[in-house]
Structure formats: structure tokens, C-alpha cells
């Protein structure tokens, strides 16, 4: 736990390169990313304490201070998902973090990483390794992005992604649907 805190602390760090030692070190500790991180970290520890019985403290701490980071940073974490050393969250809210991602990705506001949906559960995508999430982007359902991928602001991902792409767009597909009933056949 304690060496993937490190390694995101870091990330954070890099970013305020041009500022003095002791400010960095306050900013980063204070930004809402990283602590939403260090909540998440706290408790994917959590899952591996035993005796059972023993972690029910602990879990009860990470489900309050996950709570706070919800409503306050509107950054939500699964502990199911497996997320390496590394991360780092550039902005504020809207991010639901509910797959597996490797080391040292970027996460950008507004994104959604999980399941498909559609009434099943239908599996998590798998995020390889230096990838970049842009602002509003969606990856959802049973997919691999491969490593140094960048996926661009508002993108829908669905299908596989192979090391080193750039996934750009919204994509859509129109279909035609059965006409709604006239509202002025109700009268």
C-alpha cells in the first residue's frame, strides 16, 4: 500500500516541479486526487486483513472516508478494481473509477471506467500501462486498452485498443425506432 502511495504522491509532485520544495509537497498532499487515492488504497488494504473479523474496523473507516471523498471530491473508487502505482487524477469530480488500470495513468475529469451495463454485468475494461484518460471520456464493458494509449476528451471506448493508439470521437450509429404514438390521437 505504502509504495503505490509513493509512487502516486510522486505524480503529483512532478507537477509542481517549477515550485518550491515545501510547496509541492503541501500541494500535492492537499489535492483532491490524491487524496481520493490514498482513501481507494486504504481500502483495497483493507480486503486483505486478516482474520476477518479484524478488518471491520478498518472497512467501517475507509466506508466513511469514502463517503467524504464521494461527496465532496466526486471521485468514486471501486476497491474491486485493481489500479497500479501511479495514478494521477488532474481534475475535480464527475470520475467513477471501476476497472483495472496499470502503472502510472492519467485520469481526467468527468471520466467513467466500468461496466457496460445494459442490465448485466458483463465484466471491466482492462487499462494497460502510461495511459491517458482525457476529460469526459467513457470505457466501459469487458476491453483491453493496451499500454500508452491516449483516449481523448469525450470518447466512448467499447472495443479493444492495441499499445501506442490514440482513440479519438464520439462514436454513434443511428437506427431507426418505431414512431411514437401521435399526442393528438389521445384527445
Known sequence: MFDNIRADYQRY??????EPAWLATLRS?????????VVYRFGRWTRGIRPRWLSYPFKLVYALASTV????FGINFSTNAEIGPGLYIGHFGGIFLHGNMGRQCSVGQGVTIGYKGAGKSNGVPHIGDGVYVGAGAVVIGDIKIGNRVVIGANTT???????????VG???RMAPQ??????????
Open 13 to 18: 509532485v512532478d507537477t509542481h516541479r517549477e
Open 29 to 37: 498532499l492537499l489535492t483532491y486526487g490524491f487524496l481520493a487515492t
Open 69 to 72: 471523498i464521494d461527496i465532496l
Open 157 to 167: 471506448v467499447v472495443k479493444d485498443v492495441p499499445d501506442g493508439y490514440r482513440v
Open 170 to 172: 464520439a462514436a454513434s
Open 178 to 187: 418505431e414512431a411514437p404514438p401521435d399526442p393528438a390521437s389521445d384527445a
